[in-house]
């Protein structure tokens, strides 16, 4: 069985930092394309960041630039979201999702329509 599991969700106050965490069991991120999205009630899900381990390619939406840094481990079974300067728009259920694709990272908002595998989410809370 495949699942994504994140981890590393909060409550921090703005300027502050996090780490989340996406797991994979049952298989391993090699040759997938891993993105982080984010969704806040009411409001359509967003792309965050991306990354491609085969060509170590990474994207990041243009209001995270900076501030985000995406990463995966050497055993290809965990990407991380690393945030600095947490601001309180950052608030959001962040989720991780997975493609098996020779394409890697591109439009996270159109890409998001074909991903292989999500997890279940964990909430950011950013208090001014």
């Known amino acids: 069985e495949a699942q994504l599991v994140e981890s590393g969700g909060g409550l921090v106050q703005a300027g502050g930092s996090l780490r989340l965490s996406c797991k994979a069991s049952g298989f391993t991120l090699a040759d997938y394309a891993v993105g982080w999205f984010r969704q806040v009630p009411g409001k359509e899900r967003e792309g965050v960041s991306c990354?491609?381990?085969?060509?170590?390619?990474?994207i990041h939406t243009d209001s995270v630039v900076g501030r985000f840094t995406i990463s995966i481990d050497s055993a290809k079974t965990t990407v991380y979201l690393q945030m600095n300067n947490l601001e309180p728009e950052d608030t959001a259920v962040y989720y991780c999702?997975?493609?098996?694709?020779?394409?890697?990272?591109?439009?996270?908002?159109?890409?998001?329509?074909?991903?292989?595998?999500w997890g279940k989410g964990t909430l950011v809370s950013v208090s001014s």
């Open positions: 990354i491609n381990d085969l060509d170590g390619f990474t």
């Open positions: 999702a997975a493609d098996h694709t020779p394409f890697g990272c591109r439009d996270l908002d159109v890409q998001m329509d074909k991903m292989d595998y």
